[in-house]
């Protein structure tokens, strides 16, 4: 008898145990993707950009302004930069692959 009832609570505390597995990473996943969706619109927010012509094709180029050039001991100073092709030329450029 004190078997039986050991071994329900015993499934019962598992039962609750995997519950809360499942329950609490649901309730802090909303906030996370708002924070994740704000930190790639503030990634594009504080940049500037200039757009360029190289050869048929239509660039822009961009940077954060804000940003200074920091040193590196074997390339000296490095700011790092976004380019982007236009919509239309995406297809005629091939990807870089680093094989």
Known sequence: MNTVWLSCVRRRYWYHLYV???????????????????????????????????????????????EEPFWHP???????FRLKPCAACVSQIRPFSSA
Request: hydrophobic fraction near 50%; aromatic fraction near 8%; avoid cysteine.
């Open 74 to 80: 074997s390339e000296g100073f490095v700011k790092s």
């Open 20 to 66: 809360l597995v499942v329950v609490v990473p649901a309730i802090y996943l909303k906030p996370y993707l708002d924070l994740q969706a704000s930190a790639v619109g503030a990634a594009e927010a504080g940049l500037r950009g200039e757009s360029l012509a190289v050869g048929p094709w239509h660039l822009e180029l961009k940077e954060r302004a804000e």
